[in-house]
């Protein structure tokens, strides 16, 4: 099992960012990233719906003997995780969560941050207890469209320079933003600018990293040291309803 690959599903190409992360912290493991194009994206689907996509994608890289599958997509995990460990209980899985604990431990005594997510991430109750425990003091921004519309223009990104200057006007005094779904690491830049670089920007790619090797060690599955690492990549292009 040492050997067997690690499988890494989003609903697009936002999970590439885990991916990478997980890659620099894990050099000799071998990696499938699945893309689940055919059901992206997930922020603005039901509960339900979202629960079924993840499930298949988790059987798809189990079947494909994954040792460890990463959800890294923020809203398959706040929906679906705890139905995927439970079908898949002896195995390791990793979720992705909005960086909201490090984020509130950070900020300053009167300062307040800004956690920029889908819609279907906003109605989870997961993430509603995890803002919860923040005193009002980390403000949610739900955007179910924003996601898809990363996608779209990936190869002009600065199209959507005028969307975020929208979306944080509103918000000029916040000390900090958490990026809550993968997808939107991809504007984390527009959104420095749009603070003249004077914020601190957390997500949670860094952390699910972290903890897949924490796991793995701790279950004495990670790869040979000797062993050079790389990808697959896969996609999806059925439709789960």
Same mark, same amino acid.
């Given at each position: 099992?040492?050997?067997?690959?690690?499988?890494?599903?989003?609903?697009?190409?936002?999970?590439?960012?885990v991916l990478t992360k997980c890659e620099r912290l894990l050099p000799n493991e071998r990696f499938?990233?699945? @893309?689940?194009?055919?059901?992206m994206p997930y922020g603005s689907k039901s509960a339900a719906q979202i629960k #079924?996509? /993840?499930?298949?994608?988790a059987e798809t890289l189990f079947s494909m003997n994954c040792k460890a599958v990463v959800i890294a997509c923020n809203?398959?995990?706040?929906?679906?995780?705890?139905?995927?460990?439970?079908?898949?209980?002896?195995r390791t899985v990793i979720g992705l969560e909005p960086a909201v604990k490090p984020c509130?431990?950070?900020?300053?005594?009167?300062?307040? @941050?800004?956690?920029?997510?889908?819609?279907?991430?906003?109605?989870?109750?997961?993430?509603?207890? #995890?803002? /919860?425990?923040?005193?009002?003091r980390v403000k949610p921004?739900?955007?179910p469209d924003l996601a898809k519309f990363i996608e779209d223009n990936l190869s002009d990104i600065e199209k959507i320079a005028p969307l975020i200057h929208e979306i944080f006007t509103p918000y000029k005094t916040a000390e900090a933003v958490i990026l809550g779904c993968s997808h939107y690491t991809y504007i984390s830049k527009i959104i420095s600018d749009f603070y003249g670089g004077k914020i601190k920007i957390y997500d949670g790619a860094e952390g699910a990293a972290q903890r897949l090797r924490y796991c793995l060690s701790l279950s004495d599955m990670l790869a040979p040291a000797t062993r050079p690492g790389g990808v697959r990549f896969y996609s999806t292009f059925k439709?789960?309803?």
């Open positions: 099992m040492r050997e067997n690959p690690i499988g890494v599903f989003d609903s697009g190409v936002g999970g590439l960012n499938i990233y699945l @893309a689940d194009e055919a059901n #079924l996509a /993840a499930e298949h994608c809203t398959a995990t706040v929906t679906a995780i705890d139905d995927i460990r439970a079908l898949y209980g002896s509130f431990r950070e900020l300053g005594k009167s300062g307040y @941050a800004v956690a920029l997510v889908t819609s279907a991430t906003y109605r989870s109750n997961k993430f509603e207890r #995890l803002i /919860a425990t923040c005193g009002g921004i739900a955007r439709r789960i309803d």
